[in-house]
């Protein structure tokens, strides 16, 4: 009788565990959403983008509420609460490259004349964490904190060529369609063999990336941005090499191994 008992026990603690792990990536979902340009979500938006049903959305949100992760907007929309941005500010600042960074960045857009970038890798791809602007330039592209930047950046390309977790990486670029998706894999593979990335994501902006390692690996991206017609894509401008020496001075300042040092080791 008890070996019955606890046979049947066992499904359901299978489903019950299942039901857990939905619902973590559920609110990992909806935590998502939010971002400089989607400040707010409603439950309805909430349903269209992720594909659930509108109760199912209510809920969640309703429940994020009471965990204190959401709060209600004064419009009945929803907001990161206080618990989520205590937590943000607390991981932010256990990010010892932010502070390391600033006096580099600041060098930096002086001496490109560009603005200066500095990102982070969040869920799904780097996410903006400072940014230095150069004030006295005649046309300054403004990059807002906090905006998750698109797979075909400059930036993302360097996570995609750096990043530990390279299965992770692979399935985000399979989640592209095929021309697009041949064609990030085959600039993802340039940057190993260079060391850093220019491209132009943005019509008329053009960003120059270079990776920042830690002991455990990359831990962020440095980059300038500016116009095109200002800020060059080439391999053998000055500014790149600018971009590089701040990221490998910033590197050894971690404690970490600046890896595309090894291809210039090879070619030496």
């Known amino acids: 009788m008890t070996k019955a008992t606890r046979s049947s026990d066992a499904p359901r603690a299978d489903r019950g565990d299942q039901a857990d792990i939905q619902a973590v990536s559920r609110v990992s979902q909806i935590l998502s959403l939010f971002e ?8 309805g938006e909430v349903a269209e983008r992720l594909g659930f049903n509108r109760t199912t959305a209510y809920r969640y949100c309703t429940s ?19 618990l989520l941005l205590q ?17 580099h960045m600041k060098a930096l857009a002086r001496a490109t004349q560009s603005s200066t970038v500095l990102s982070l890798w969040g869920l799904t791809g780097p996410v ?32 995609l060529a750096y990043h530990a977790d390279q299965l992770s990486m692979e399935r985000l670029m399979a989640n592209l369609p095929g021309q697009a998706r041949e064609e990030l894999r085959a600039d993802v593979e340039r940057v190993r063999a260079t060391g850093h990335c220019s ?17 455990y690996g990359i831990c962020a ?3 300038i941005v500016g116009p095109d017609n200002t800020l060059s ?20 300042e971690l404690g970490g ?10 070619q030496a």
Do not use: C, W
């Open 36 to 43: 400089p340009a989607t400040p707010e979500v409603t439950a």
């Open 64 to 82: 994020l509420v009471a965990a204190g992760l959401l709060e209600r907007s004064a419009d009945g929309g929803y907001v990161p609460g206080g």
């Open 87 to 103: 937590l943000g500010a607390f991981a932010i600042g256990r990010r010892r490259v932010i502070d390391l960074a600033a006096r």
């Open 128 to 159: 903006v964490s400072r940014v230095e602007e150069n004030v006295s330039a005649v046309v300054v592209v403004s990059v807002r904190v906090g905006s998750h930047l698109p797979l075909d950046t400059a930036q993302s390309k360097v996570f």
């Open 199 to 215: 491209a132009m994501s943005t019509p008329g902006v053009v960003a120059v990336a270079a990776p920042v390692f830690d002991e």
């Open 221 to 223: 991206t440095i980059a």
């Open 233 to 252: 894509m080439s391999d053998d401008t000055p500014e790149l090499r600018v971009v590089v020496g701040t990221a490998r001075e910033l590197t050894h």
């Open 257 to 266: 191994h600046y890896r595309p040092d090894d291809l210039d080791e090879r």
